[in-house]
Structures are given as structure tokens and as C-alpha cells.
């Protein structure tokens, strides 16, 4: 008998794989979204610099910043207060815009300086404006 892993299970496995890589956010969000969603995006985005992350996204995907990419995925969202593990931050207030993830008491944080293991404090994002972070459901 097989058994197939539970989106949350995937996410989790994904977190792992993903702390061991030197991902930026639009990396990461693909890559999660390949680990859990069964996608194989982070095959089509293809650039060498942050800087040409914009470009990538566009010609891979359609989309023109990273929060559409995620808008274009259809998971549910949620709202940011109500964030658990399994979930994900979009923080919009760059031009490149913030990604992070939530594993329960700790979370996955990328900017633009790339992976920031543990160092967003969810105390300091403003949780309440719906312009600048948005919530979603990815397990």
C-alpha cells in the first residue's frame, strides 16, 4: 500500500531542503511551490541577479512582480493575523517584495539579501495593512 504525503508534510520537507539553499525570494517561492504544489517552476525562472528577477518572472510566468506569481496560483488567502505553519507572508513594502515562511514558532524569511533564518520578527510587520503583507495558505 502506498501512502501519499500531506501538503503539509511536503511543505515541511521543502523548508528543510530550502534552509541548505542560497535562494533569493523569487527562488524560494518557486521552489516551494514546486515541492509542495508538484510544479516545476523553479526549472522555468531562469536569471543571474536579483535585478533580473523582474524580467525572469515576467517571461516564465506572465506575472510582473512576485506577489502576482503567488495571486496566479490560486491558493487561498488568509488573513495575515491568522498565519500557522504551512502558511506564507508576501511582505510588499520593496521593490522586489518579501516572502516568509511559517513553521510553526519560527519562520523562513527571504529579502533581498537572501535567506534570513529566524530574523523576521512578526512583531514588526504590519500585519494589519492589507497593501503591504498578504497571507496564504500553501498546505
Not at 533569493?24 to 525562472?45: C, H, I, P, W
Not at 516568509?100 to 529566524?118: M, S, T
Amino acid at each position: 500500500m502506498t501512502y501519499q504525503k500531506s501538503k503539509h508534510t511536503l511543505f515541511l520537507e521543502g523548508i528543510d531542503c530550502l534552509r541548505q539553499l542560497e535562494f533569493d525570494q523569487y527562488r524560494a517561492t518557486a521552489f516551494m511551490f514546486d515541492a509542495v504544489l508538484g510544479s516545476n517552476d523553479l526549472e522555468k525562472l531562469q536569471y543571474k541577479t536579483l535585478r533580473g528577477a523582474k524580467g525572469a518572472i515576467q517571461k516564465a510566468f506572465g506575472t510582473p512582480t512576485l506577489m502576482d506569481y503567488v495571486l496566479s496560483k490560486d491558493l487561498e488567502e488568509i488573513p495575515a493575523v491568522l498565519c500557522g505553519p504551512g502558511d506564507f507572508l508576501v511582505v510588499t513594502d520593496d521593490p522586489h517584495d518579501d516572502i516568509a515562511f511559517n513553521c510553526g514558532r519560527k519562520w523562513v524569511f527571504f529579502n533581498d539579501n537572501g535567506i534570513q533564518l529566524d530574523a523576521l520578527d512578526i512583531k514588526t510587520v504590519p500585519l494589519e495593512d492589507h497593501n503591504k503583507v498578504r497571507a496564504f495558505r500553501l498546505s
